[in-house]
């Protein structure tokens, strides 16, 4: 099983990105999802999760309302849609797999900019 994380990248504040979780070697339509992040001299928190036919989404309460996952089975594929970012969402964002977070991408880098 692979996960990749991508779409990180340099905004300022109040900019958006998309963040990307591409999978192989699994049936992906048959796990939940989660995105996490790690700040600098923090630890690991949770960001958001999904479902795995992607009729649910929960989120850390700092992210509701800018932040939206989604998923496209058909491409393996979860998403993070990150709106409204502000500098303490620098971090970097990692996505894993199902509830027992078994495996993990290598993360990517977001760094806002106030």
């Known amino acids: 099983v692979q996960l990749q994380a991508s779409g990180g990248g340099l905004v300022q504040a109040g900019g958006s990105l998309r963040l990307s979780c591409t999978s192989s070697?699994?049936?992906?339509?048959?796990?939940?999802m989660g995105w996490f992040r790690q700040a600098p001299g923090k630890q690991r928190e949770f960001v958001g999760a999904?479902?795995?036919?992607?009729?649910?989404?929960s989120y850390t309460d700092s992210v509701k309302g800018r932040f939206a996952i989604s998923r496209d089975n058909a491409k393996n594929t979860m998403y993070l849609q990150m709106n409204s970012l502000k500098p303490e969402d620098t971090a970097l964002y990692y996505c894993a797999r199902g509830v027992k977070k078994d495996y993990w991408g290598q993360g990517t880098l977001v760094t806002v900019s106030s």
């Open positions: 070697g699994h049936t992906f339509r048959r796990y939940s």
């Open positions: 999904i479902l795995w036919s992607g009729a649910s989404t």
